[in-house]
Structure formats: structure tokens, C-alpha cells
């Protein structure tokens, strides 16, 4: 596996190329052209001008999170082609810049919900976290308005204002696609982008829904290991993978986590590792990685990871915000860096003990 960091780019990320360099271990970022919109044909010069700038920095480009999916391929309008044609440029244009993972989600309209940004912790650190009642109790429209204000300053991925704007007419667009209709527009899109990736060896990665159960009606269709190896199956390339991000999954605790992981071998191209602590069923906060800190056991899921032999880019995922960094929530610098050095420190033994032979 490759040890990297998400980095949104100068100008948006409050984290430097220089200080995610200095983290033992972190040889490369996942990132992205932040300021395009979903749809959009990506540039070659800015994709070039990214790689390089990482790799100027003594970094890799280890992969995108995400090139976003229009609106219109979810649905499934006739406008979907354009979209489609243009996602395949994109791809064209990432392949030859050397460029072999790419991050992508099926949610309609809002990408990750969550209902607090800075829920406090006993020991002072802020967190992400949800609560159903709090969820049940907001009017969608309204959802972007209640939680920007926690966004220190930062455009949080998958809130983009532009997009929010539009909710209401998004919400409608929406009305007549359920389930079987988002699996049968996703298929579609696969199938379509497939011959691209094979020229170009190009892993897609699916991200979970987050959380993994259907939000304000919207259907939510990666969720669960059924519905995953139902989606593997139903486009049964090795190109056709996933992100395996344990905190998405994780949401729903009847997920086995690292059974789902073995389930998938040879098709996790990408992995978010990240604890949560659940405080009921309905409730739950990001907690720092570490086993003890909240309801997961990292090992197991490490473990299973190795077990499978995964050989592709890995990331801790949202961090607490401490040590008064004020950062984009989820995405600072400090406890992530914490997180990486712990997963490594997780790999490293489990590594060790598999040459020596100790199960
Ligand atoms: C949130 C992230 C998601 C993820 C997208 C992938 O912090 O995990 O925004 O990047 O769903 O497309």
C-alpha cells in the first residue's frame, strides 16, 4: 500500500505540500482540480500543472478524489451523453498524464451528510457527527444553510454553494429515480467509460454513501456488501472497483467491515481508514483513528486489508480538529497526520509478524 494524504490544492487546502511531506511515511496525495464543476472537461495543462507541483514538492499524484459525476448521469436525461463524452475526455487526459486511480461517488445531491461539524469531545477536540433526530428535523433546502456556517472559512467537497443553490430544482429532478433506476444509470455510466479505463489502466473507485442508508428520501445504493458485489457483478471488469472507506460503511453496524474487505479482493483500488464512536444506533462522532478512541478495531481492518493482498493508495480520513487548528473540518493537518502514523505503525506489525510467522 501507499501511505498518502488528501490535499485539496494551493488556494483551498490550509495543509502545504511542505508539511504533508514532512509526516514519515506519506509519500503521496490524493487530490483534485477543486475549482472545476461536476461536468466539466478537464484541461490537460492544469492536470500537468498539479502533477507537477505535487511531485516538484518530492511527492506522487497517488490519484483523484474525485472527478465529480453531473447530475444529469445520475438521473439519466437524455443530456447525459455530453456528460459522459466529457468524463471520458477527462479520463483520456488523466491516463496520459499518468494518472491511474480516480475517486468518484453515485449520490444524488448531497454527497456525505452530516448534522453537527464541530461536535466537542471530553477532551476538547471538535469532530464531524450525526444525529438522526437532528437530520430528521431539518428540511433539506435548508441543510447546506445549517451547516456552512461551521465550515471555518473552507468550501467543504460535496457542499460546492453553486450546487446548493440549486437543491430545491435538484430535489425534483430527482423524484422518479429510485434504487433500480440510480443501479441501471450507474451501469450505464460504467459500461460506457470501461473501454477508456482498460486503454488506460485506470482504476475507478466508487466512495460509499455517507451514511449508508437512504437521506431525505434520496435512494442510496452503496451501502452494504450485497448491493457492492451486486455492482461488481453487474460490470465485471477489474477496472470497476471501489474505495473502501470504513467510516461510510462503518455507519451502518450491521456492515462487518473487514468481512466486506475480503469480500472484495482484487477490486479495492483506494482505502479511507477512519474510526467512528457511536454513541446509540442513531448517533455517532468521528473519533481520532485509534482503536480504543472509538468503536472499531482498526487492526481487524488493517488485517484484512493486508489478507488481501491491497496494493493501492490508503488514507487516514477526517481527523479531529485539535491543537486550535482552525482547518477545513475533517481535513486538517494535525490529527490526520496522527492517523497516518498509526495505520503505518498498524501496517508495519502486522507485516512484521506475518514474516516471522505469528498469526
Ligand atoms: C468527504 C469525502 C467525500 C468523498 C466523495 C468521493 O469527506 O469522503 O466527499 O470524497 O464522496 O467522491
Redesign the pocket.
Known amino acids: 500500500m501507499q501511505m498518502t494524504l488528501?490535499w485539496y490544492g494551493t488556494g483551498y487546502d490550509t495543509v502545504t505540500l511542505k508539511q504533508i511531506r514532512q509526516i514519515p511515511g506519506v509519500t503521496g496525495v490524493i487530490s483534485t482540480l477543486y475549482g472545476t464543476q461536476p461536468g466539466e472537461t478537464w484541461k490537460m495543462e492544469d492536470i500537468l500543472a498539479l502533477k507537477k507541483e505535487i511531485e516538484d514538492a518530492g511527492l506522487s499524484l497517488a490519484g483523484i478524489?474525485?472527478v465529480?459525476i453531473h447530475d444529469a448521469i445520475k438521473i439519466g436525461t437524455p443530456d447525459r451523453e455530453q456528460y459522459i463524452d466529457n468524463y471520458i475526455t477527462t479520463l483520456e487526459r488523466l491516463g496520459q498524464a499518468d494518472v491511474h486511480m480516480v475517486?468518484?461517488?453515485f449520490?444524488p445531491v448531497f454527497?456525505?451528510t452530516r448534522s453537527e461539524l464541530a461536535r466537542k469531545r471530553p477532551d476538547g477536540s471538535t469532530v464531524l457527527a450525526y444525529n438522526q433526530a437532528a437530520i430528521d428535523a431539518i428540511v433539506p433546502e435548508k441543510m447546506f444553510e445549517s451547516i456552512a456556517g461551521e465550515m471555518n472559512g473552507t468550501v467543504?467537497?460535496?457542499w460546492e454553494p453553486e450546487r446548493m443553490a440549486h437543491v430545491k430544482e435538484l430535489f425534483e429532478a430527482y423524484k422518479d429515480v429510485d434504487d433500480e433506476k440510480l443501479f441501471a444509470n450507474l451501469k450505464y455510466f460504467l459500461e460506457r467509460i470501461m473501454p477508456v479505463c482498460d486503454k488506460y489502466d485506470i482504476n475507478m473507485a466508487i466512495?460509499p454513501d455517507?451514511p449508508a442508508w437512504s437521506v431525505f428520501g434520496l435512494p442510496r445504493i452503496i451501502i452494504n456488501k450485497k448491493n457492492i458485489l451486486r455492482m461488481m457483478q453487474m460490470v465485471d471488469n477489474p477496472h470497476n472497483g471501489v474505495?473502501f472507506?470504513s467510516?461510510?460503511y462503518g455507519t451502518n453496524l450491521e456492515n462487518d467491515l473487514p468481512d466486506m474487505i475480503r469480500s472484495l479482493k482484487g477490486r479495492i483500488h483506494f482505502a479511507?481508514v477512519r474510526n467512528l464512536k457511536f454513541n446509540s444506533q442513531q448517533d455517532f462522532e468521528e473519533a481520532a483513528h485509534l482503536s480504543s478512541d472509538g468503536s472499531f478495531d482498526m487492526y481487524e481492518l488493517m488485517l484484512a486489508l493486508y489478507d488481501i493482498g491491497f496494493d493501492g493508495p490508503i488514507r487516514p480520513?477526517?481527523g479531529r480538529m485539535i491543537w486550535d487548528e482552525v482547518a477545513m473540518p475533517?481535513?486538517g493537518l494535525y490529527d490526520r497526520a496522527l492517523g497516518a502514523t498509526y495505520l503505518n505503525g498498524l501496517w508495519e506489525a502486522i507485516e512484521k509478524s506475518h514474516e516471522r510467522g505469528i498469526k
Open positions: 488528501r478524489e474525485s465529480n475517486c468518484y461517488n449520490m454527497d456525505w467543504m467537497p460535496g466512495h455517507d474505495t472507506c467510516g461510510s479511507h480520513d477526517h475533517g481535513y
